[in-house]
């Protein structure tokens, strides 16, 4: 089986920053590309950004592009996003995702995605 895990979510001040941390299971997780999507109540579930099997292509929501950073470590299946300059509208559940099967054009849709992670809870106020 495969499974995700989040970490590093919490709470932080506008203009902060926070790191997340998603690991899975399993070295065929290695084989499909990453991503973060996140979600606020009454709100739809978003693209934060994608990463490749070997991060060799991104893909960032508008509203993230320039503060957000996506990466990965293949050896280890881990993936991280760094957030900097969050603003209160970043607050949302933040789910780590893995798509083994979808080509590269339909990172965007989180229907493509066929494992979750549970979620950390992201939340910038003052």
């Known amino acids: 089986q495969v499974q995700l895990v989040e970490s590093g979510g919490g709470l932080v001040q506008p203009g902060g920053a926070l790191n997340l941390t998603c690991v899975a299971s399993g070295r065929t997780a290695s084989e499909g590309k990453m991503g973060w999507f996140r979600q606020a109540p009454g709100k739809e579930r978003e693209l934060v950004a994608v990463?490749?099997?070997?991060?060799?292509?991104?893909l960032y929501g508008d509203s993230v592009k320039g503060r957000f950073t996506i990466s990965r470590d293949f050896a280890k299946d881990a993936m991280y996003l760094q957030m900097d300059s969050l603003r209160p509208e970043d607050t949302a559940v933040y789910y780590c995702?893995?798509?083994?099967?979808?080509?590269?054009?339909?990172?965007?849709?989180?229907?493509?995605?066929?494992?979750w992670g549970e979620g950390t809870q992201v939340t910038v106020t003052s």
């Open positions: 995702a893995l798509d083994l099967n979808d080509p590269w054009a339909q990172s965007h849709l989180a229907a493509a995605y066929e494992v």
């Open positions: 990463i490749s099997v070997r991060g060799a292509l991104t």
